[in-house]
């Protein structure tokens, strides 16, 4: 089992930043992927970005530019990096795995862009 807690969301103007963290717990050892998911009100949910465990990312074309993710292996951590932030940006943030067929969601995190 794998628990995912995300946090770092908030309300920030148009420009600004944020960064979300994404912990997971349980058994990690299992983890060759985490991706941040996004759904807007009304919208389906998204992939935003994607880091495997060799350390190669993939990001949505949406936010290519804006958006780093990146780990901190000691803290086992996974960042989303979010810069020059635009209203389209506003949603549910949500980290996820997919381990064994199995999928994994945090409980979400709100990220309000305001213009």
């Known amino acids: 089992q794998v628990q995912l807690v995300e946090s770092g969301g908030g309300l920030v103007q148009a420009g600004g930043s944020l960064r979300l963290s994404c912990a997971p717990s349980?058994?990690?050892?299992?983890?060759?992927?985490i991706d941040w998911y996004r759904q807007a009100p009304g919208k389906q949910r998204e992939l935003v970005a994607r880091?495997?465990?060799?350390?190669?990312?993939d990001y949505a074309d949406s936010v290519k530019g804006r958006f780093t993710i990146s780990r901190d292996n000691a803290k086992k951590t996974v960042y989303l990096q979010m810069n020059s932030l635009k209203p389209e940006d506003t949603a549910v943030y949500y980290c996820?795995?997919?381990?064994?067929?199995?999928?994994?969601w945090g409980q979400g995190t709100q990220v309000t862009v305001s213009s």
């Open positions: 996820h795995t997919l381990i064994r067929y199995q999928n994994y």
């Open positions: 880091i495997v465990s060799g350390g190669s990312t």
């Open positions: 349980g058994s990690t050892f299992t983890i060759s992927s």
